[in-house]
């Protein structure tokens, strides 16, 4: 009897000896960190990070983009709470995408018509178009809600009056460099860059 040899084509052989070689390699490496050193194991009753939390550290940092998606991750958890509505929104108008902000901003004050943090973030957006009447308004039931606690709220309300009374004053947004600053709580002010 003849024994028969079934050949391999080289191209597969070559592709047969690579993943060989990885296979090899990686149960070599298995479990261990680029420094060598065993990584810490994952802690399955351990407390997983609050969604608002990160996306508010997010913000902070300028990351916009990174904190919707953290928000919307938030919402899948929560659903749309008054605080995920106004973080949702304060995130598009941190990307400049104000129609989108200002939709989720005045659900969230239709929600929950008693927080003060989701009318003062509608009023950050309010200045951000320029309506400043309105601003003002929206500032001052934040504040009064507030109970005249927050400095931010109240600077918020001094620019909108300002902007309102000095039509002088009222140079183009494109042409004024504003930020978003972190407050607390979700909460944030616009704030000059200098």
């Known amino acids: 009897m003849k024994a028969e040899f079934w050949c391999f084509p080289s191209g597969f052989r070559r592709i047969l000896k690579a993943t060989v070689v990885c296979a090899m390699v990686a149960s070599c490496t298995e479990g261990l960190t680029p420094n060598g050193l065993d990584a810490p194991g994952v802690d399955p009753r351990g407390q997983a990070e609050d969604n608002i939390e990160v996306g508010n550290r997010l913000m902070a940092a300028g990351e916009y983009e990174l904190a919707l998606e953290t928000f919307t991750r938030a919402a899948l958890d929560q659903g749309m709470t008054t605080q995920v509505l106004t973080s949702l929104g304060t995130a598009n108008l941190g990307l ?6 200002e939709e989720l901003l005045r659900r969230a004050v239709e929600d929950d ?6 009318w003062n973030n509608l009023g950050v957006l309010l200045i951000e178009k320029q309506e400043y009447p309105e601003a003002a308004q929206v500032f001052q039931r934040a504040y009064a809600l507030d109970n005249g606690e927050s400095d931010a709220i109240r600077d918020n309300l001094r620019l909108a009056l300002a902007k309102m009374e000095n039509p002088v004053n009222n140079i183009p947004q494109e042409q004024q460099e504003f930020t978003l600053e972190q407050l607390g709580d979700g909460q944030f002010a616009l704030r000059k860059i200098q």
Do not use: T
Request: proline share 17%.
């Open 96 to 101: 400049r995408r104000l129609g989108q902000a």
């Open 113 to 118: 018509p008693d927080w003060p943090v989701a």
